[in-house]
């Protein structure tokens, strides 16, 4: 056995007693019990009950513990973003396993299937010492808050106690299955058995996801408690304590964002691996890593706008100063800032597809329509990042006649931030239905047909959106809100049903050749090495905007957080720390990467064409 493997193997120990104690203490330490005979009110779903929890301290009952004049909450911010960027590396990488292992099962091209299984074991690996950095992470997070915050955590630990066992159970529960799928990757290789390993990681995920719920229970109750009553006391419903008023969406939204920082880091890694590549076949093997992701990735990514405006909906709908602070006061800039670096990655995305064109034959035919694409992406992003109001002095005030412009202000309003959002969305899958078509001319006797019929459905789709955007001037803004779900569900429609057509359209079709894997340009590699730190970028600013939105609450109006330093940091520091938090995370991270693959030559195999389909220059042909 190699020396580093077995000084993985000790740290993966190390890890998991790290995190059987940080079990312990969750289990162990749930703070002080009461019980009250007077009945409560629940503060959100306005159901009675009987106490069974401590009372929310009030602002002189609460201690901190300093360490001397030193800002105690830079050292929680950084460790807490680091547990959260792990936690969510730990949480993507057994999904990402899962989904490869299943791509290799029903592969018809065994070249493929290897590569695929290939692939999903190495990253099970590195998931395995990330699941005790984790850990070891999390032990040191719990400890400091102990310390730095004993009477948040004695009020949080009282309050969630009835949830500490099953969060021991589940954490536990995901340490054991990740080590047995991991380790029983080679005696399972067998065709009947790879499907019950397949099963495993499928299991794996499953407590994953539920450690996720659980963590989230306590961000959502911070941000929008309920289960309490107007003194913070549990009242007894254990389902109403967990099911606040931003459960649900935070869970969707930080499931998709967990996908795309985790996907981010392995584009990271496959970029840096492509640019110090000795040999074309490890060229070309990171390339198509790249690829993998980069799709793995924009999954999450088309999604992510309409999971974002339903968190900040249900915000609104909860509190509307809240809201108003997040989107239209304090933190209006760090919005402003994220819809750009949304904007830049659906750009970055089209860009690279584009660029990728470039290692297939017969790409070519398809680069005129790329002008049209990234001209309608940016008056889309222009769109996108019009705000409602700016700051203006008092004589540009009355020379426009009010506050908002007659004109520009319209496309500040929320429907036309969904519209613009839509058609970015729309014009990504279409640049992913050009992709799929650039090496193969089709053969199917409806390709006219076929072709009228994704025109005409991209068409109506995106006049259906632009429609809805600006019906949506005329309207009051309680009522504007409620055009968001069609357009949504116009663009989903539209995906869908344009991918099921085209997928039809391409079998038989004649292939012009296999995909050169590791002929991208440079600029290509670099652009998607941008958007990988901009996905990780981009969830760490969205962590800082949904925590500061409490202001100066350590739970929204029941618990005060009056230590010295409750205030909320400029956008320059914010970016700062993001920024640090992100560098450190990818040192970490690449150097597990290192750590696992070291000495290991990755092999791409021959590219396996249908035998059935026939190879030929490219030539061309009517489905354009």
Known sequence: MPRSWRRSRAFMGMGLVSGLLLSWCLF???????????????????????????????????????IGSFDSRLLVWFVTQQHTYFGGFVLALPLFCALLEFLGLVTRKPALSLRYDGLARDLAKVALLALSVTAVVGSLMLAMFLYLYPSFMQYMGGTFKSFMPAYAVVFVGESLLLIVYYYSWNRMAEPGLKWI?????????????????LANAWAAF????????????????????????????????????????????????????????????????FDWVGYIFLFVTVCALLPMPIAGYWLMRSVYSFSQSMGVTMM??????????????????????????????????????????????????????????????????????????????????????MSSKNGAVNVMILLT????????????????????????????????????????????????????????????????????????????????????????????????????????????????????????????????????????????????????????NMIVFWGAVLALFWTCQRGQQPVMGEESLDEKAPSLAPAPSQEA
């Open 28 to 66: 162990g330490w749930t703070g002080p019990t009461a019980s009250f005979a007077s009945d409560g009110t629940d503060v959100y779903f306005g159901t009675q009950g009987t106490p069974r929890g401590p009372a929310a301290p009030a602002p002189h009952e609460t201690v901190y513990s300093r």
């Open 197 to 213: 390993h397949a099963a495993i990681g499928i299991l794996t995920n499953v407590f994953g996801t539920a450690l996720l719920l």
């Open 222 to 285: 911070m941000m929008s408690p309920a289960g309490v009553d107007e003194q913070g006391r549990f009242l007894g419903n254990s389902w109403h304590l967990l099911h606040s008023a931003l459960w649900n969406p935070l869970n969707v939204h930080r499931f998709l964002a967990d996908i795309m920082s985790g996907g981010a880091v392995v584009l990271a890694y496959a970029c840096y691996r492509f640019f110090t590549a000795k040999t074309d076949e490890e060229r070309a093997y």
């Open 328 to 413: 239209g006061g304090l933190l209006t800039w760090l919005f402003v800032v994220q819809a750009l670096l949304i904007g830049a990655l659906f750009l970055g995305v089209n860009y690279y597809l584009w660029q990728s064109m470039a290692r297939i034959k017969g790409g070519e035919r398809y680069q005129l329509y790329y002008q049209f694409v990234l001209g309608a992406l940016t008056l889309a992003l222009f769109i996108w990042l019009t705000p409602h109001t700016v700051l203006m002095s008092p004589g540009e005030v009355k020379a426009m006649g009010g506050a908002q412009h007659p004109v520009v202000g319209n496309y500040g309003v």
């Open 429 to 580: 899958a279409l640049s992913f239905l050009y992709y799929r078509r650039a090496n193969r001319t089709m053969t199917v006797s409806w390709v006219k047909t076929g072709n009228i019929a994704i025109g005409t459905l991209y068409t109506i789709g995106l006049l259906h959106v632009i429609w809805l955007s600006v019906y949506g001037f005329y309207l009051p803004a309680n009522i504007r809100v409620g055009l968001s779900s069609p357009q949504a569900f116009a663009t989903l429609t539209v995906i869908v049903a344009g991918v099921l057509i085209n997928r039809a359209m391409l079998k038989g079709a004649i292939v012009h050749g296999p995909i050169h894997w590791g002929k991208i340009s440079v600029r290509g590699m670099v652009g998607l090495f941008g958007l990988a730190a901009a996905f990780t970028w981009v969830m760490g600013l969205m962590g800082y905007i949904r925590s500061s939105g409490r202001l100066s609450w350590h739970v929204s109006e029941l618990m005060a957080d009056v230590s010295p330093w409750a205030f909320t940091p400029d956008l320059e520091f914010a970016a700062k720390m993001v920024t640090l």
